[in-house]
């Protein structure tokens, strides 16, 4: 079971991120909508994994995961990005990310997304 | 979607009333079997196989029974056979209309020639409205020249057209992109694509309609306007995707802008802005394609 810092714009991504991982028996350990808060959450929560959306405004997913990666260069994050976004998913890899979602969440892909994280 | 623009038309000509529409589109849906329930069925597939297949469609723009073949799900002959009895299954409108004794059978072939006539439709056009070739005709009316070149944004409604039935509702009708100056807004959620060139997207509407969508599109019990910005935006957000995911395909690389919105106001432009008109059972939005940004009034 990981305890799982949710982070996206979105709030219908985030219920329904939520919502997946409840039924995969993870625990949200906590949830934000915009970069900066994602941040001060992960410093104070110190979750196993975070989800991360690529696109949030002011300060983006890329932004947002130098941040967490600077503050723990251990941290497991997963990025959340749309289709044909390929190029910043990539950009995200080489920053530290560790592997990535797409939206709209198949319940199967996001679980064993989190399993293969949890496991490495 | 013949269907939603003659009904509209006859609603819009007073041959039938609002409750006779209603009745006549409910009884229409009740008659539409889609594949996946025809394929549960008939014992072909497992309902978990119909959600997959589904989901895969939010992240691919393909048909059901296209991915159900890919997959393994469905075998030729099986699909073959869940065609054919769909296709058997469905009632048209204006069968219902005679069938229920809203018109007789000689009026509603007067009708017809007359929305033919007045439709404002060219004959292929009105030919791909009469044969279900959804894209064929969105393609037609999805014309927008001025917007760049076709190869690269020609496909855009069509696009639009597909995700509007697969994940909002079906029963659709389009009108043809209409270049505007100005497009006044209850509601606007925007995308802006950005590359070589970039493109404006936004869906606009009054707040009944663009909640309505929302409810649609997400699944929910109800909206409030930040859960309706947020649901159109995730909806653009699967349509810009999709439409950058092909233009890659073919090399051209573009980006997705953060979605915003605006409430209650005016897009003004000075470069080309489109506004494409889609009806929908709730009420209707308006699909905005432009060249550049517009400004906010």
Do not use: W
Not at chain 1, 27 to 47: C, F, I, K, M, S
Not at chain 1, 72 to 82: E, F, G, I, N, R
Not at chain 2, 65 to 74: D, R, S, Y
Not at chain 2, 166 to 175: A, G, P
């Amino acid at each position: 079971m990981a305890r799982v810092l949710v982070v996206d714009d979105s709030i219908i991504s985030r219920n329904s991120l939520k919502a997946i991982l409840a039924q995969g028996g993870h625990e949200v350990a906590g949830e934000a909508g915009n970069g900066e808060d994602a941040v001060t959450l992960y410093q104070e929560l110190r979750p196993d994994i975070v989800t991360l959306d690529i696109t949030m405004p002011r300060v983006n997913g890329l932004e947002c995961l130098r941040r967490i990666m600077a503050a723990d260069a251990t941290a497991k994050v997963v990025m959340v990005s749309a289709l044909g976004q390929g190029t910043k998913v990539l950009e995200a890899m080489e920053s530290g990310a560790r592997h990535y979602l797409t939206k709209p969440f198949r319940g199967a892909v996001v679980l064993e997304a989190i399993r293969a994280v949890l496991a490495a | 979607m013949f269907s939603q623009f003659f009904g509209q038309y006859l609603l819009e000509r007073q041959h039938i009333s609002p409750d006779q529409f209603r009745l006549v589109m409910a009884l229409r849906d009740f008659s539409k079997a889609k594949l996946g329930f025809l394929a549960i069925n008939a014992g072909y597939m497992t309902a978990a196989q119909v959600d997959d297949i589904h989901a895969s469609q939010t992240v691919a723009d393909k048909r059901f029974g296209e991915i159900a073949l890919e997959e393994g799900a469905l075998d030729q002959n099986q699909l073959e056979t869940l065609l054919t009895q769909q296709a058997a299954m469905h009632v048209s409108l204006g069968q219902t209309l005679v069938d229920e004794g809203m018109m007789e059978l000689a009026d509603l072939e007067r009708i017809l020639a007359e929305y033919k006539r007045d439709c404002g439709l060219s004959e292929s056009e009105f030919a791909a409205l009469k044969s279900g070739e959804t894209d064929v005709l969105a393609e037609s009316l999805g014309k927008m020249p001025g917007l760049g070149p076709d190869n690269v944004y020609g496909g855009y409604l069509a696009l639009f057209a597909r995700n509007l039935v697969r994940f909002v509702d079906d029963n659709i009708k389009l009108e043809r992109a209409r270049l505007v100056e100005e497009a006044p807004y209850d509601l606007l959620v925007y995308q802006a694509l950005l590359g070589r060139q970039n493109l404006f997207t936004g869906l606009a509407g009054p707040e009944g309609a663009t909640g309505k969508f929302a409810i649609c599109y997400g699944k929910l019990e109800s909206v409030n306007r930040e859960l309706t910005v947020d649901a159109l935006g995730e909806f653009l957000n699967v349509q810009n995707g999709l439409f950058v995911t092909r233009l890659s395909n073919r090399y051209l690389e573009m980006d997705l802008g953060v979605p915003g919105h605006h409430c209650g106001g005016r897009l003004r432009t000075a470069g080309v802005m489109y506004a494409v008109p889609v009806v929908l059972p709730f009420g209707y939005v308006e699909l905005i394609v432009a060249t550049d940004e517009p400004a906010v009034f």
